[in-house]
Every structure is written in structure tokens, then in C-alpha cells.
């Protein structure tokens, strides 16, 4: 009797130990799941400098055309690259002058980065984000929606790259009893949330 609880009590424990091995791989291939990089917006801030060049450091704004100029490497489109991608871009554009230039970019203020909320909201507005929000986030916050908002009719509009725009419908009381948790997207700069 004595061995038989002591079997049973091994076999929970290794049960245990494999359960917590299984739990901590799980949770270590949630961690090396790679992150998009974040791409530049009309609006943002980025700081640009060239090692060993005085003259070469500058805040640019983009352009509403998703432009930069800067000095030598002239006109740049970076609207939707990434900071490294720039770097490599304005990089390119200096060899025709500089021998070797070494290029730092990085992003001094992300204004670009906006999201909006309309409609039947307790406070409608434009949200400007510095981290992934989803559409339950945007309507935490905008206040939330009011007694009137038909809530199974909301529609995120976004435009693709070429300026069409879409519709996409999401049903929040779908997501209140827990299911088609897919409509839950992760929202891109200057998607609108439209609650009606």
C-alpha cells in the first residue's frame, strides 16, 4: 500500500513537472514570435545624423506626402518603411558623396501614429498611439460607447496604399460573449472607428 501511494505520488509530480515544461515553451515561443517593426507616418518626428559629418544632423518632420528632404541625399520617400529601412535609403543617396557614410535614424516623435473614434462615443475624437491598440482598446479609449450606439454595426474605414478604402465590420456583441474574437484587429495609423 505504502509503494502504491508513493508511485502514485512520483507520477504527480512528473505530471507536474512536464505540465510546467510544456507551459514554459509555450510561453517561450509566444516571446519569439517576431514583432513587425514600426514604419514611419506623415507627421512623425525622425532624428537623422551622419557620423563624423557637423553639418548632418537634423529633426525632420514627414511630409503629408510621406516625404523628407535632407541635405545631399535630397528627397526621400520613408512613409511606411521602417527606421532601419531609412537608414539604408539615405545611406545609399550619401555614397555618391561621402565615402563610407555611416547613417543613424531614430524616431523622436511618433504624431503620425493616430487612430480615430466617431460616432456613438462618449468622447469621439483622434488618438494619437505609441503601442499596437485593437478596436476594443479605441472604444475603451474614447469613453466607451452610450445607450444609443448600435453596436454590432461599428466599421473600422482604412485606406490601402494606393488611397482605396474599405470596410471593415466588426460586432461587438459577438465579442462580449467571447466568440469571433478574430474581428478584433490590431488598428493601423489612420484607421476610424465608426460607431453608429
Request: hydrophobic share 45%; glycine share 8%.
Amino acid at each position: 500500500m505504502i509503494k502504491f501511494k508513493k508511485i502514485v505520488s512520483l507520477l504527480a509530480v512528473t505530471i507536474m513537472i512536464l505540465s510546467s515544461a510544456s507551459s514554459f515553451a509555450e510561453v517561450a515561443a509566444d516571446k519569439n514570435v517576431k514583432k513587425k517593426a514600426y514604419t514611419v507616418n506623415p507627421g512623425d518626428v525622425i532624428e537623422i545624423s551622419v557620423w563624423k559629418e557637423e553639418g548632418m544632423l537634423q529633426d525632420v518632420v514627414v511630409r503629408p506626402d510621406g516625404g523628407i528632404s535632407f541635405p545631399l541625399a535630397g528627397d526621400v520617400q520613408v512613409e511606411n518603411l521602417s527606421i532601419s529601412e531609412i537608414e539604408k535609403v539615405i545611406t545609399q543617396k550619401l555614397k555618391q558623396y561621402l565615402a563610407d557614410p555611416v547613417v543613424t535614424v531614430s524616431a523622436k516623435q511618433l504624431a503620425g501614429n493616430k487612430i480615430y473614434v466617431i460616432g456613438q462615443v462618449r468622447a469621439s475624437g483622434e488618438f494619437p498611439v505609441n503601442r499596437n491598440v485593437d478596436v476594443m482598446q479605441a472604444l475603451s479609449m474614447a469613453g466607451g460607447m452610450t445607450q444609443f450606439a448600435s453596436v454590432n454595426n461599428i466599421i473600422i474605414l482604412r485606406r490601402d496604399a494606393n488611397g482605396k478604402q474599405q470596410a471593415i465590420e466588426f460586432e461587438y456583441g459577438e465579442l462580449e460573449d467571447g466568440d469571433e474574437l478574430e474581428q478584433n484587429i490590431v488598428l493601423q495609423a489612420g484607421d476610424v472607428v465608426v460607431v453608429p
